[in-house]
């Protein structure tokens, strides 16, 4: 299927599906959901078995023709005769009021309208994961290729040099430039293999990104809803893709500098730094939001635009949605939360202060139990990686004991980091996660009262990767105190450091690559952090030591080079 903007934004030209020439397109079935030229559609579709019941949109419509889907004739797969009245988000399957008398009784049921509306989104947030992916890997390309027209020219430039030094000394110094040139060459390609590599490596990338985003919008366009739901799982999977690891920076030609007479005078190849392709950090502030809370401890963003907030300590959980410089609160709970996480089927779980089992708030607002229960260990934080996993750190102080779990759907759970490959405790205190697209979990460990810590990066398999303890000039005055972590859109990492107001930036193996203080922006005190759907970043702020305003600050901010 073609692009939703086909004509424009550089689109490569669709050809018409019937003669497959290039003649323009100019009509679109929505029935047959083919793209026609004018010939096709007057001289071969109309032939087609009840063409003249097909519904023919012109080329100007493709993309805004919308139709609204039937739910309510869509034949239960289980029970003849029957037609599906739910959907059963516990199963996620679609169900009839025999299958709801059976079985999903006691299940979580939704209007089958308002599964086909979460679904989408699900799938229009992943789309744009993948746009915003493919537009962020053909900027790295850009600059990937201006590095490899910077390198040719220097290398021009260098060899230029040694060739003018060459001419001004004698024959018996000629097989030493010989052998210079070599080495030279030698490094040049080198440089250019590990960057075209990375080239080619992104263009791969870039062409099946390309032909799954298609798939998507397929599934997306579908005007069945039965061939929806067929088709929305396997859609799902194609947008949890992993971008190609490309080298934060790539190691330049060497230098000549000339010399005079013998070989430690003729001149020597020096290194001369790297080729970063790195873009300049930058924050800018895009709004700023005024809360009624003493702190904001941590943020959740929903999928429609609404947050979770929570104070911490102060016992105040809302879900608001801003309303100019403000929030409007759309609900409010008095509890104490040490962890949140929005799911992508858009129901918040929570840690709940003293409880070992997971709280969920579900679509309608009610607080209950989930499936997910740490005991003897009490939930920290949570992390979701998809809808059918999550991760808590938990701990226990009276029996001395901190891990971090892998649980699934139904509550089991899979994996638990505790000890290391000497039977020693991994964590003190694991309060806050995030994970990497190649699969490394970072976590945030307290290992005193007053909040120092240490970030450990986990392999798969549990192993230690890195322990990051914070950098010697940033943290030279002041200890390490990491109190809140988060991945970006480019899957580096952002940690919070508490005292400092500076935001450590590692890359997915957990080495630092920069950091930026949030006072240049004029943000201070900041005690939390989130990424929307779109890129944009969202600190949460507490207020200072010893003040009793309860007006703590949510920004949003828009983000680059990290």
Known sequence: MASSQPFGGGQVPVNCKLCKTDRPIQWKCMDCRILMCGYCKDNVHSQFKNALDHKIICREEIGLHTEE??????????????????????????????????????????????AYNIKVEILKKGQSKMQKSNYKINAKKDQLNKLVSAENIKYNKEKRNIQSHEE?????????FKELKIKL????????????????AISLFTNQMDDKITEVQDCIDLSNASDFFKEVKKMEKFTETQEPRTRPSYTSSPKFVPGNLNQSHIGSLQDDGNLSAEINISLVINSEYQTELESIASVSLCLDQSFWINSGV??????VKPEGTNLQVLSKFNITVCGMAVTPSNQLLLCAKGKTRLQHISSSGELTDS?????????????????????????????????VIIMNKKGDKETVYEHDQHNQPLFNSPRYITTTCNGNIYVVDTISDNWCGKV??????????????????????EPFKPINIVTTPSDNVVVMDLDTDILHILNDNGHLIS????????IEFPNSLAFNTTGQLYIGCTRAVGEEAKDANLYEINIEGF
């Open 185 to 200: 060459e030698h490094n040049h390609e080198t440089v250019l293999s590990t960057v075209k590599s990375d080239l080619n």
């Open 69 to 114: 889907l039937d739910f309510t004739n869509i034949k239960c797969d289980k029970h003849a005769g029957q037609s599906s009245c739910l959907y059963c988000n516990t199963c996620e399957i679609l169900v009839c009021p025999t299958c709801v008398a059976k079985v999903h009784k006691k299940h979580d049921l939704i209007e089958i309208s308002d």
């Open 515 to 522: 950091y930026f203080n949030t006072k240049d922006i004029g």
């Open 371 to 403: 499936v997910y229960d740490v005991s003897p260990l009490l939930p920290n934080d949570i992390h979701v990686i998809s809808d059918n996993k999550l991760i808590v750190g938990a701990y226990n102080s009276e029996l001395k004991k901190s891990a």
């Open 314 to 319: 102060y016992k105040v959980l809302q879900r």
């Open 168 to 176: 001004t000394v004698k024959e018996q110094v000629e097989q030493y």
């Open 456 to 477: 450990m990066v986990l392999g798969q398999e549990g192993h230690i990767i890195n322990q990051y303890t914070g950098h010697p000039t940033i943290n030279k005055s």
